[in-house]
């Protein structure tokens, strides 16, 4: 999304080229899939997993402890925030904006609901260490929050963004949040609108 909003031609000229993954988008992937399993409802110990070996779209990787440290620090950053007792947690939040416009859909990688606060919190994992990535006014990051916040019925009245990038310096640090009141993302579906309608607009 992050790529179609800034360049709605992008999606027209790329619709026909191969889709190889690289090791790099790969190793991300891989690091997910351990994110995930460590923000299940019995929370395994993911440090049973290094030294083992995975086969990622084609590409081999050992997991070591450079990953199982930034995983393990984007799980403690999600469950820092949440009470069980109390808020809800979804991990892997689908949603579907297609009443927004056809075809728009995603995943969230976790999203904590917080009824006391009317906090909705959507926390993306990024592994990459070459680009910083910014949670404020991020399109895509808003993207994901508001999908959730729409899939949900949330009734929040403020959305956190929190990016977690273990692997590249910040000076704000690994674990980045912003946040911003919910109708500012209502305001955002507008703009969403436009930008994937200029994906299929005729040159």
Same mark, same amino acid.
């Given at each position: 999304?992050?790529?179609?909003?800034?360049?709605?031609?992008?999606?027209?000229?790329?619709?026909?080229?191969?889709?190889?993954?690289?090791?790099?988008?790969?190793?991300?992937?891989?690091?997910?899939?351990?994110?995930?399993?460590?923000? +299940? @409802?019995?929370?395994?110990?993911?440090?049973? $997993? !290094?030294?083992?070996?995975?086969?990622?779209? &084609?590409?081999?990787?050992? #997991?070591?402890?450079?990953?199982?440290?930034?995983?393990?620090?984007?799980?403690?950053?999600?469950?820092?925030?949440?009470?069980?007792?109390?808020?809800?947690?979804?991990?892997?939040?689908?949603?579907?904006?297609?009443?927004?416009?056809?075809?728009?859909?995603?995943?969230?990688? +976790? @999203?904590?609901?917080?009824?006391?606060?009317? $906090? !909705?919190?959507?926390?993306?994992?990024?592994? &990459?260490?070459?680009?910083? #990535?910014?949670?404020?006014?991020?399109p895509q990051q808003m993207y994901y929050a508001l999908g959730a916040l729409l899939a949900g019925k949330y009734g929040a009245e403020n959305v956190t963004?929190?990016?977690?990038?273990?692997r590249c310096a910040h000076p704000k640090g690994p674990v980045r949040p912003w946040t911003l009141p919910a109708i500012d993302l209502l305001d955002f579906?507008?703009?969403?609108?436009?930008?994937?309608?200029?994906?299929?607009?005729?040159?």
């Open positions: 999304m992050y790529r179609w909003s800034a360049c709605p031609g992008s999606v027209r000229l790329s619709k026909d080229v191969p889709r190889v993954s690289s090791r790099y988008a790969a190793e991300g992937t891989l690091a997910h899939r351990i994110a995930q399993a460590g923000l +299940a @409802v019995d929370r395994p110990d993911i440090q049973t $997993l !290094l030294g083992t070996k995975h086969t990622v779209e &084609g590409h081999e990787f050992e #997991v070591d402890a450079d990953m199982l440290r930034g995983v393990q620090l984007y799980l403690d950053t999600v469950f820092g925030t949440y009470n069980q007792a109390t808020d809800t947690l979804v991990v892997e939040h689908k949603f579907d904006l297609s009443a927004i416009y056809p075809g728009l859909y995603g995943t969230a990688d +976790a @999203v904590t609901w917080r009824p006391k606060e009317r $906090l !909705l919190v959507v926390d993306d994992l990024k592994f &990459g260490a070459g680009k910083v #990535v910014e949670p404020e006014r991020n963004l929190r990016i977690v990038q273990p579906a507008a703009d969403l609108k436009a930008y994937a309608a200029a994906t299929e607009a005729m040159d």
